[in-house]
């Protein structure tokens, strides 16, 4: 049975800069699960820029609420539009849309009025609200048109978080006004507020993964033929492009153990004909995975309904991580993409967390003294510490958890080689959405370019020139048999731009398309026509 305590707090206001404002909220409330509630506390404290909130707890702790009711000149007059985060990857959900009460946005959001398709931006005003990253809850808010709701999930996977007392840093609470501005710089200026201290490597992440068009089906020669198409069409470039080996070079398809099939062979040669061929080499893994039980690990370090997830609060669990990255390390691969993390965690997928909650079972950790949110950022920190200076790419990650713990981060579900209607919800709708957290979170990662024939090319090269002059990364996988004649001869010319990464791309339509098709790259206009001559063509 739950309860709930309510706080009224301190009602004051801090301003800072020109235009930011910060004040505590007017009510606050904390759910347990039973009724031994005079031991936990909310805190709030307002600090240098941010709500500062703490939790301590003697209780079974699982939720907190937080609420800012808007004052008469606070509360917005005009047409306005809501944009919010996704947990993990966006898949093809990212939209500016209107005032839905019900609508629970994970970690941010922007409120602003007008269009970014007016570039005079005489009277323009985004509102952001957010909180930093690397917090100790999953956060999401609401609001409505009365005021602003920020959700805590702090429970320890579907359990409440026996945390015996400890105080838990739940998270800083961000506000951002931003005048006369897009609504596009507002939010990549307040992704730099919540992200101050993003990872950074002077090596540009970009190159060749073989997934879209071997889906797993591959061998060492495909490997180094790949790594040799690459380097042939990176040749003259400042920067080396990487060969990333994706899922299917290990025994079990999508599992453990991390060891070579006999396609693949010894892995440590194949990283260094990699490297001959001129390339850099970089593979694919998944750590939070037995589901055929070929680990030796106890009992207690495995969850889920089959026991197939590997628990990363358990000591085991941890050594097995820094062993399987000890190993790729030694052989030489020098970037290291992990993967499923979140589905690993939680049992689903980040599109499917809803209502603010986000684990979906009643399972909770080995180590129940710590939140969900806890225990992801304490598991990318043990792959960040165990990878020394392999560098590490995220995919299905915890966004803002993982910011900056990876030094690139998959920001859209799969885009494909077959089927282009994919490419273009998930591609295109990731790098316009998420491009605002490019180099203050990570390394945006909007996913490859499938060269495979099966999708008409003149569509593909459009998404190819659009990342290749985004300043974010570029991977392509690419059928060698394609990679010939005008297909060949526009990879070169992509790839020139990407391995600089010094290009600026804005979005100006994403406030009215989902999937925009109007730009400015390097203050230059540029429109793109993403679909075919029958629209969608979904039948």
């Known amino acids: 049975m739950y309860i709930f305590i309510a706080f009224l707090s301190t009602y004051c206001y801090n301003f800072f800069g020109d235009d930011m404002k910060l004040r505590l909220p007017d009510k606050t409330k904390i759910i347990c699960d039973n009724y031994e509630t005079e031991n936990t506390v909310l805190h709030t404290e307002i600090k240098d820029g941010y709500i500062d909130v703490k939790v301590t707890s003697g209780d079974k702790l699982m939720f907190a609420v937080l609420r800012w009711n808007f004052t008469e000149a606070e509360s917005r007059k005009e047409p306005v ?22 609508r629970f946005m994970p970690w941010y959001i922007a409120v602003s009025n007008g269009s970014d398709k007016n570039t005079d931006y005489t009277g323009r005003f985004t509102e952001c609200f957010g909180v930093g990253v690397q917090c100790g809850a999953f956060c999401s808010w609401q609001y409505d048109d009365r005021g602003v709701t ?45 992200s101050p201290a993003p990872l950074k490597t002077d090596t540009v992440i970009y190159g060749s993964n073989n997934w879209y068009y071997a889906y797993g089906n591959s061998s060492r020669e495909e490997i180094i033929n790949d790594a040799r198409l690459i380097a042939g069409l990176c040749k003259g470039n400042e920067n080396r492009p990487f060969m990333v080996i994706d899922e299917g070079w290990q025994v079990n398809r999508f599992d453990a153990p991390w060891a070579p099939n006999e396609k693949f062979g010894d892995m440590k040669t194949l ?33 889920g309904e089959n026991n197939e997830y ?41 599109k499917d967390l809803t209502e603010g909650k986000v684990p979906r079972s009643d399972e909770g950790f080995f180590d129940r003294s ?107 996988s690419c059928l060698p048999s394609q990679a010939k004649g005008e297909i060949y001869e526009n990879l070169k010319a992509a790839f020139i731009p990407a391995s600089k990464q010094k290009d600026s791309l804005i979005p100006l339509d994403w406030m009215e398309n989902n999937f925009p098709s109007e730009y400015l790259i390097n203050g230059e206009y540029r429109r793109f026509n993403w679909y075919c001559e029958t629209g969608a063509d979904l039948i």
């Not at 539009?81 to 019900?102: M, N, V």
């Not at 590997?310 to 970037?335: N, S």
């Open 310 to 350: 590997l628990d990363p609060t358990h000591p085991a669990v941890k050594e097995h991580i820094r062993t399987t990255i000890k190993y790729l390390k030694d052989c030489g691969y020098k970037l290291i993409k992990h993967d499923f993390s979140s589905k690993d965690i939680t049992g689903d997928w980040g």
């Open 370 to 476: 710590k939140t969900t949110a806890e225990i992801a950022v304490d598991f990318y920190k043990e792959i960040l510490d165990a990878a020394g200076d392999t560098l590490i790419i995220g995919c299905n990650c915890f966004s803002h958890l993982c910011a900056g713990l990876v030094h690139a981060n998959r920001t859209g579900d799969d885009t494909s080689g077959v089927e282009w209607n994919r490419t273009r919800k998930m591609g295109v709708n990731a790098l316009a959405f998420r491009l605002c957290q490019n180099r203050s979170f990570y390394m945006a990662d909007a996913d490859c370019v499938g060269i495979t024939g099966k999708v008409d090319w003149a569509l593909n090269r459009r998404w190819l020139e659009l990342l290749a002059e985004s300043g974010s990364p570029l991977f392509v």
């Open 271 to 303: 990283a260094d004909e990699i490297s001959e061929a001129g390339a850099i080499p970089g593979i694919w893994v998944r750590f939070l995975v037995d589901g055929k039980k070929c680990l030796d690990l106890p009992e207690e370090a495995r969850r």
């Open 81 to 102: 539009k809501i944009l919010g985060d996704d947990w993990e990857r966006g898949y093809g959900t990212f939209a500016w849309r209107g005032i839905e009460p019900e």
């Open 150 to 194: 920020l959700n805590l999930d702090l429970r320890n996977g579907g359990m409440p978080c026996e945390s015996a007392g400890r105080t838990i840093d739940a998270c800083r609470i961000y506000f951002g006004e931003y005048r006369d501005c897009s609504a596009f710089s507002a939010l990549r200026d307040f992704c730099g507020v919540m």
